[in-house]
């Protein structure tokens, strides 16, 4: 076994620990905890074409992020150099994307993909996007993650819904986590509340 080989192995033992962990209480969407509410988005996409003519699935999800609670809230997302590329063993590169492509709301896009968006997943898709917000009281963030596909591979968020997770553990942060299927969720950030 070699030490590539080994250390997928530790990695993927590691990914799957965490999301089985029974002393951690997961939330999924429209379910609150201590204050935050995540509204999880349909899952969307469409085709893209690089400049070589390959052909990949792009499929994002747009997700709501709310403080319902009466303090502020520190808001820490990205994914790790590991988290946002795992193309050696899945084949696919997931990603946040920067504030300029996140739209205001939910919405469904009918008129395919903008030229700014073709630029990011064309130049900009391997550099990693990370996201730090205070949320003060009764504020909103609007989030979108994106997954890439060659088509010659399987997508893995095919059919399912991706979503973001909550999780408690035993410090005051509460772990997110981005469940792509059934059996691969990316730790992707964090909430902390702000003391005052």
């Known amino acids: 076994m070699t030490v590539k080989h080994l250390f997928r192995l530790v990695f993927l033992i590691c990914l799957y620990g965490c999301s089985g962990n029974a002393d951690n209480h ?37 997700i709501t992020i709310w ?16 988290g946002m590329n795992l193309k050696d063993s899945i084949k696919s590169k997931f990603f946040l994307l920067p504030r300029h492509l996140t ?35 009764r504020e909103k963030c609007v989030l979108t993650f994106g997954v890439l596909t060659d088509t010659k591979y399987p997508d893995p968020t095919t059919p ?20 792509i299927n059934d059996t691969l969720i990316i730790p992707c950030g964090q909430i902390l509340c702000i003391q005052k």
């Open 26 to 62: 997961v939330n999924r969407a429209g379910e609150k905890q201590s204050g935050l509410y995540i509204e999880n988005g349909p899952r969307q996409g469409m085709q893209y074409f690089d400049s070589s003519g390959a052909e990949y699935n792009y499929r994002y999800n747009t």
């Open 67 to 82: 403080n319902d609670s009466t303090v502020s809230i520190q808001l820490e997302i990205g994914f790790s150099e590991m």
């Open 103 to 137: 739209p205001n709301e939910q919405h469904f896009d009918t008129g395919g993909i903008s030229k700014e968006l073709k630029r990011f997943l064309a130049f900009e898709i391997d550099n990693p996007v990370h996201l730090s917000k205070v949320l003060n009281p």
């Open 160 to 179: 399912y819904e991706t979503e973001l997770l909550t999780s408690r553990e035993k410090t005051s942060a509460i772990s997110l986590r981005l469940k």
